[in-house]
């Protein structure tokens, strides 16, 4: 399985971007994906998830109400839709994949995301 993100950039506090994740190769028993961000000097954590086919959807509470995630099932991408930007989502964000079947991880290269003040 290979997780490519993309839609990274740098943006004022206040405004929007839109990350994708877009997946391909034996992507069949993925039932998990999420998105991780990793801040310089800090911790990978967890941003957000959703449940393959069920569409049930996580948060952590630092994203609650500003950030909302998605997937199309046609593309085989999955979306975070990020609004409301502060400084400190500043961050390196990762794509992740669990496959339930074959109990594995898989990890994009990630994307930055820059907030300027």
């Known amino acids: 399985v290979q997780l490519v993100e993309s839609g990274g950039g740098l943006v004022q506090a206040g405004g929007s971007l839109r990350l994708s994740c877009a997946a391909s190769?034996?992507?069949?028993?993925?039932?998990?994906m999420r998105w991780y961000r990793q801040a310089p000097g800090k911790q990978r954590e967890l941003v957000a998830g959703?449940?393959?086919?069920?569409?049930?959807?996580k948060y952590a509470d630092f994203v609650k109400g500003r950030f909302t995630i998605s997937r199309d099932s046609a593309k085989n991408t999955m979306y975070l839709q990020m609004n409301s930007l502060k400084t400190e989502d500043t961050a390196v964000y990762y794509c992740?994949?669990?496959?339930?079947?074959?109990?594995?991880?898989?990890w994009g290269q990630g994307t930055q995301v820059t907030v300027s003040s």
């Open positions: 992740n994949a669990v496959d339930g079947l074959l109990l594995t991880e898989y």
């Open positions: 190769g034996s992507t069949f028993s993925i039932n998990v």
């Open positions: 959703i449940i393959i086919g069920g569409g049930s959807t």
